[in-house]
């Protein structure tokens, strides 16, 4: 059943690094783009792991953006060897890199006399590309296209798209939660109901077997004025009547 939330602005995210795919690092950009994005408006449709090859960074870049309205990108952007996202990304489009005069500027301010000229890398963009400015850092976040092209740091990932994302902002999407001690089978037929008789609201269910407070955990998202908190009394509603054990609403 389709909800509201269909046709909100999308988004794809590639996660790019051998390190993530070994083992070695584990990402938390994903989860945190996928919840700030959320109460954005934005939906997070897809996230993409691959590793630092030249050619695959570009086709699947280039395929995101086809297909959603925004692509993020984390990790690969710096001065060492593996640092291709940027050469990856404009290969793929047909783009030539260039060395950008106000990154060059940013780099020199900022390193002064420890500059080499790897550090100069990181003034490199594929051609076309937009500098957005970051407040507190640097140098500005690149923007090429329809793509945000990050850096793999947390932290780094983190201020520059908290500093960024009021240009992704559209209609908030709203979250309510449920929290039951029951079986998923025994409340199925309550909220396969709640979702037909609403279904510009999302609701998911999601068991846990490691807690002791719930067992089950029921989502319901809608944008503001969709009818959310109507589904949500109505759930609660048919909950109550199967004498569901009801531990928390939020």
């Known amino acids: 059943m389709p909800s509201s939330l269909d046709h909100a602005p ?5 996660v790019i690094g051998n390190e993530i795919l070994s083992g070695k690092t584990a990402d938390s950009n994903a989860p945190y783009l996928a919840k700030e994005l959320r109460f954005l408006g934005v939906v997070l449709a897809r996230i993409l792991t691959i590793p630092d090859e030249f050619g695959l960074i570009g086709r699947c870049v280039r395929d995101f953006a086809s297909e959603f309205t925004w ?18 990304i404009a290969a793929g489009f047909g783009v030539p ?5 106000r990154l060059q500027a940013a780099l020199r301010g900022h390193y002064q006399g420890r500059l080499t000229e790897d550090h ?11 500098l957005i400015d970051v407040p507190g850092l640097a140098y500005p976040q690149v923007q090429f296209r329809n793509v945000i092209i990050l850096p793999g740091v947390p932290e780094l990932f983190r201020t520059k798209f908290s500093a960024i994302k ?10 309510r939660e449920v929290f039951l001690r029951a079986d998923e089978g025994t409340v ?12 510009a609201v999302l609701i998911g269910s999601y068991p846990s077997f490691r807690r002791e407070e719930y067992s089950v955990k029921v ?32």
């Open 10 to 14: 999308t988004a794809g995210l590639v």
């Open 71 to 88: 692509v993020f990108t984390s990790g690969g952007v710096g001065p060492t060897h593996d640092d291709i996202t940027i050469a990856a």
């Open 120 to 130: 100069l890398q990181m003034a490199k963009v594929p051609q076309g590309s937009e």
């Open 188 to 199: 199925a037929g309550a909220l396969r109901k709640t979702a037909d008789e609403f279904p």
């Open 219 to 250: 989502t319901l998202e809608a944008y503001e004025n969709d009818g959310l908190d109507k589904a949500a009394a109505a759930l609660e509603a048919r909950l109550k009547d199967m004498n569901a054990q009801i531990v928390r609403v939020s």
């Open 97 to 101: 890199v260039v060395s950008d005069a």
């Open 166 to 175: 009021a240009r992704f902002a559209g209609r908030p999407i709203r979250l």
